[in-house]
Protein backbone atom coordinates (compact mmCIF):
# COMPACT_ATOMS: atom_id res chain seq x y z
CA UNK A 1 0.00 0.00 0.00
CA UNK A 2 1.20 3.47 -0.59
CA UNK A 3 -0.96 4.98 1.85
CA UNK A 4 -1.74 8.59 1.23
CA UNK A 5 0.11 10.43 -1.56
CA UNK A 6 0.47 13.75 -2.73
CA UNK A 7 1.23 15.66 -5.75
CA UNK A 8 3.28 17.93 -6.53
CA UNK A 9 6.05 17.88 -3.84
CA UNK A 10 7.26 21.37 -4.28
CA UNK A 11 5.63 24.16 -6.00
CA UNK A 12 6.38 28.01 -6.93
CA UNK A 13 3.69 30.21 -7.62
CA UNK A 14 3.16 33.85 -8.37
CA UNK A 15 0.86 36.15 -6.46
CA UNK A 16 -2.98 35.33 -7.84
CA UNK A 17 -1.77 32.39 -9.97
CA UNK A 18 -3.90 29.43 -9.29
CA UNK A 19 -3.03 25.94 -8.27
CA UNK A 20 -4.41 22.39 -7.50
CA UNK A 21 -2.77 20.35 -4.99
CA UNK A 22 -3.47 16.44 -5.29
CA UNK A 23 -4.17 13.90 -2.95
CA UNK A 24 -5.16 10.35 -2.91
CA UNK A 25 -5.36 7.21 -0.42
CA UNK A 26 -5.59 3.97 -1.11
CA UNK A 27 -6.14 2.60 2.65
CA UNK A 28 -10.48 2.76 1.97
CA UNK A 29 -10.60 5.31 3.96
CA UNK A 30 -13.70 7.85 4.56
CA UNK A 31 -12.72 10.55 5.96
CA UNK A 32 -10.11 12.77 4.25
CA UNK A 33 -8.54 16.16 5.61
CA UNK A 34 -5.89 19.53 4.46
CA UNK A 35 -3.43 21.21 6.34
CA UNK A 36 -1.20 23.28 6.72
CA UNK A 37 2.17 23.55 8.96
CA UNK A 38 3.80 26.97 9.77
CA UNK A 39 6.86 27.30 11.92
CA UNK A 40 5.63 27.60 15.70
CA UNK A 41 1.92 26.92 14.75
CA UNK A 42 1.55 23.25 14.27
CA UNK A 43 -0.72 22.31 11.98
CA UNK A 44 -4.25 24.05 11.19
CA UNK A 45 -6.79 22.23 9.42
CA UNK A 46 -8.27 23.56 6.43
CA UNK A 47 -10.68 21.98 4.56
CA UNK A 48 -12.03 18.43 5.59
CA UNK A 49 -14.33 15.69 4.35
CA UNK A 50 -16.01 13.30 6.41
CA UNK A 51 -17.34 11.22 3.80
CA UNK A 52 -17.88 10.86 0.23
CA UNK A 53 -19.17 13.91 -0.95
CA UNK A 54 -19.05 16.32 1.70
CA UNK A 55 -16.77 18.45 2.41
CA UNK A 56 -16.66 21.03 5.71
CA UNK A 57 -14.39 23.96 6.39
CA UNK A 58 -11.62 23.31 9.39
CA UNK A 59 -9.97 26.45 11.03
CA UNK A 60 -8.25 28.37 8.34
CA UNK A 61 -10.32 27.91 5.12
CA UNK A 62 -10.16 31.42 3.47
CA UNK A 63 -8.47 31.58 0.20
CA UNK A 64 -8.94 27.83 -0.73
CA UNK A 65 -11.21 25.02 -2.21
CA UNK A 66 -11.44 21.86 -2.06
CA UNK A 67 -13.36 18.49 -3.95
CA UNK A 68 -14.00 15.48 -2.74
CA UNK A 69 -13.62 13.65 -6.12
CA UNK A 70 -14.24 10.01 -5.35
CA UNK A 71 -13.21 7.73 -1.90
CA UNK A 72 -9.93 7.86 -2.69
CA UNK A 73 -9.19 10.99 -3.64
CA UNK A 74 -9.15 15.31 -2.33
CA UNK A 75 -7.94 18.18 -3.97
CA UNK A 76 -7.27 21.64 -2.47
CA UNK A 77 -7.37 24.34 -4.50
CA UNK A 78 -5.67 27.86 -4.40
CA UNK A 79 -7.81 29.92 -6.55
CA UNK A 80 -5.58 32.88 -6.62
CA UNK A 81 -2.21 32.51 -4.04
CA UNK A 82 -1.17 34.94 -1.76
CA UNK A 83 2.34 35.47 0.08
CA UNK A 84 0.50 34.29 3.46
CA UNK A 85 0.02 31.06 1.75
CA UNK A 86 3.43 30.15 1.67
CA UNK A 87 3.82 26.61 3.98
CA UNK A 88 4.03 23.20 3.87
CA UNK A 89 0.43 21.10 3.16
CA UNK A 90 -0.08 17.87 4.33
CA UNK A 91 -3.37 15.60 3.19
CA UNK A 92 -4.46 12.93 5.96
CA UNK A 93 -6.66 10.00 5.86
CA UNK A 94 -8.86 8.39 8.54
CA UNK A 95 -10.92 5.35 8.80
CA UNK A 96 -14.00 7.86 10.66
CA UNK A 97 -14.10 10.95 11.87
CA UNK A 98 -15.57 10.92 15.61
CA UNK A 99 -15.32 6.82 15.83
CA UNK A 100 -12.37 6.29 18.78
CA UNK A 101 -10.08 4.09 17.27
CA UNK A 102 -10.85 4.53 14.14
CA UNK A 103 -9.91 8.29 13.76
CA UNK A 104 -6.48 7.72 13.83
CA UNK A 105 -4.69 10.06 11.09
CA UNK A 106 -2.48 9.06 8.56
CA UNK A 107 -0.74 11.54 6.22
CA UNK A 108 1.02 12.07 3.09
CA UNK A 109 4.38 13.72 2.34
CA UNK A 110 3.59 17.12 1.79
CA UNK A 111 3.63 19.62 -0.38
CA UNK A 112 5.80 22.83 -0.15
CA UNK A 113 4.32 26.08 -1.37
CA UNK A 114 6.19 29.26 -2.27
CA UNK A 115 4.39 31.73 -3.16
CA UNK A 116 6.31 35.06 -4.25
CA UNK B 1 -12.16 26.02 24.55
CA UNK B 2 -10.56 22.87 23.72
CA UNK B 3 -7.00 23.15 23.81
CA UNK B 4 -4.06 21.41 24.07
CA UNK B 5 -0.16 22.18 24.94
CA UNK B 6 3.30 21.39 24.12
CA UNK B 7 5.45 23.94 27.13
CA UNK B 8 9.05 22.92 25.70
CA UNK B 9 9.99 24.17 22.12
CA UNK B 10 12.72 21.75 22.35
CA UNK B 11 14.42 19.36 23.99
CA UNK B 12 17.76 17.91 24.40
CA UNK B 13 19.16 14.40 25.72
CA UNK B 14 22.48 12.64 25.64
CA UNK B 15 21.94 9.68 23.49
CA UNK B 16 21.16 6.50 26.14
CA UNK B 17 19.46 8.85 28.69
CA UNK B 18 15.50 8.61 29.24
CA UNK B 19 14.04 11.21 27.38
CA UNK B 20 9.94 13.29 28.09
CA UNK B 21 8.40 15.08 25.73
CA UNK B 22 5.47 17.01 27.65
CA UNK B 23 1.68 17.74 26.56
CA UNK B 24 -0.99 18.73 28.71
CA UNK B 25 -4.63 19.37 27.17
CA UNK B 26 -7.97 21.31 27.99
CA UNK B 27 -10.88 19.05 27.05
CA UNK B 28 -14.27 18.52 28.07
CA UNK B 29 -15.39 14.82 28.76
CA UNK B 30 -12.91 12.46 28.26
CA UNK B 31 -9.74 12.94 25.79
CA UNK B 32 -8.99 11.34 22.68
CA UNK B 33 -5.03 12.18 22.62
CA UNK B 34 -2.14 11.32 20.00
CA UNK B 35 1.34 11.66 19.27
CA UNK B 36 2.93 12.05 15.66
CA UNK B 37 6.27 12.13 14.85
CA UNK B 38 8.10 14.05 11.81
CA UNK B 39 11.14 13.74 10.47
CA UNK B 40 13.13 16.23 8.38
CA UNK B 41 10.97 16.57 4.95
CA UNK B 42 8.43 13.95 5.74
CA UNK B 43 4.71 13.86 6.93
CA UNK B 44 3.76 12.88 10.39
CA UNK B 45 3.93 9.24 11.82
CA UNK B 46 1.66 8.29 14.07
CA UNK B 47 3.12 6.85 17.31
CA UNK B 48 0.62 6.06 19.60
CA UNK B 49 -2.86 6.89 21.40
CA UNK B 50 -4.87 6.91 24.50
CA UNK B 51 -8.72 6.71 23.91
CA UNK B 52 -10.01 4.65 26.49
CA UNK B 53 -8.21 1.76 29.47
CA UNK B 54 -4.64 1.63 30.56
CA UNK B 55 -3.05 4.59 31.66
CA UNK B 56 -0.21 3.72 30.56
CA UNK B 57 0.00 3.59 26.40
CA UNK B 58 2.89 2.14 24.37
CA UNK B 59 3.34 2.83 20.61
CA UNK B 60 6.19 2.76 17.66
CA UNK B 61 9.89 2.98 18.21
CA UNK B 62 10.17 2.07 21.79
CA UNK B 63 7.75 5.11 22.49
CA UNK B 64 5.21 5.27 25.36
CA UNK B 65 2.66 7.75 26.99
CA UNK B 66 1.33 8.31 30.14
CA UNK B 67 -2.20 9.60 30.34
CA UNK B 68 -2.59 12.06 34.23
CA UNK B 69 -6.12 12.95 33.79
CA UNK B 70 -5.45 14.92 37.36
CA UNK B 71 -2.87 16.57 35.98
CA UNK B 72 -4.26 16.85 32.55
CA UNK B 73 -1.00 15.54 31.38
CA UNK B 74 -0.18 13.27 28.37
CA UNK B 75 3.04 12.78 28.31
CA UNK B 76 5.78 11.39 25.76
CA UNK B 77 8.59 8.99 27.33
CA UNK B 78 11.25 6.42 26.03
CA UNK B 79 13.90 4.71 28.45
CA UNK B 80 16.68 4.50 26.34
CA UNK B 81 16.71 8.01 23.41
CA UNK B 82 18.38 6.81 20.32
CA UNK B 83 20.22 9.73 17.98
CA UNK B 84 17.71 8.77 15.31
CA UNK B 85 15.10 9.73 17.85
CA UNK B 86 15.72 13.37 16.62
CA UNK B 87 12.67 14.99 15.08
CA UNK B 88 9.88 17.24 15.73
CA UNK B 89 7.09 15.60 17.81
CA UNK B 90 3.20 17.12 18.22
CA UNK B 91 0.76 16.22 20.56
CA UNK B 92 -3.11 16.35 19.80
CA UNK B 93 -6.38 16.04 21.45
CA UNK B 94 -9.92 15.57 19.44
CA UNK B 95 -11.97 18.26 19.97
CA UNK B 96 -14.96 16.81 21.30
CA UNK B 97 -17.19 19.31 19.98
CA UNK B 98 -16.30 18.69 16.20
CA UNK B 99 -14.58 15.48 16.15
CA UNK B 100 -11.99 17.22 14.69
CA UNK B 101 -8.02 16.89 16.27
CA UNK B 102 -6.47 20.10 17.65
CA UNK B 103 -2.76 19.65 17.59
CA UNK B 104 0.10 21.49 19.31
CA UNK B 105 2.80 23.54 17.99
CA UNK B 106 5.10 20.45 18.00
CA UNK B 107 8.47 20.24 20.18
CA UNK B 108 12.15 19.48 18.66
CA UNK B 109 13.90 16.40 20.38
CA UNK B 110 17.06 16.31 19.44
CA UNK B 111 19.48 13.34 20.70
CA UNK B 112 22.89 13.82 20.89
CA UNK B 113 25.85 11.51 21.12
Same mark, same amino acid.
Given at each position: ?? /?? $? +? ?14 ? +? ?7 ? @? ?12 ? *? ?20 ? @?? &? ?5 ? *?? &?????? @? +? ?6 ? @? ?5 ? /????? +?????? $?? &? &??? | ?18 ? !???? !? ?26 ? !? ?18 ? !? ?41
Amino acid at each position: NA /GV $T +QTPKFQVLKTGQSMTL +QCAQDMNHN @SMYWYRQDPGMGLR *LIYYSASEGTTDKGEVPNGYNV @SR &LNKREFS *LR &LESAAP @S +QTSVYFCA @SSEALGQ /GARET +QYFGPG $TR &L &LVL | AQSVAQPEDQVKVAEGNPL !TVKC !TYSVSGNPYLFWYVQYPNRGLQFLLKYI !TGDNLVKGSYGFEAEFNKSQ !TSFHLKKPSALVSDSALYFCAVRDMNTDKLIFGTGTRLQVFP
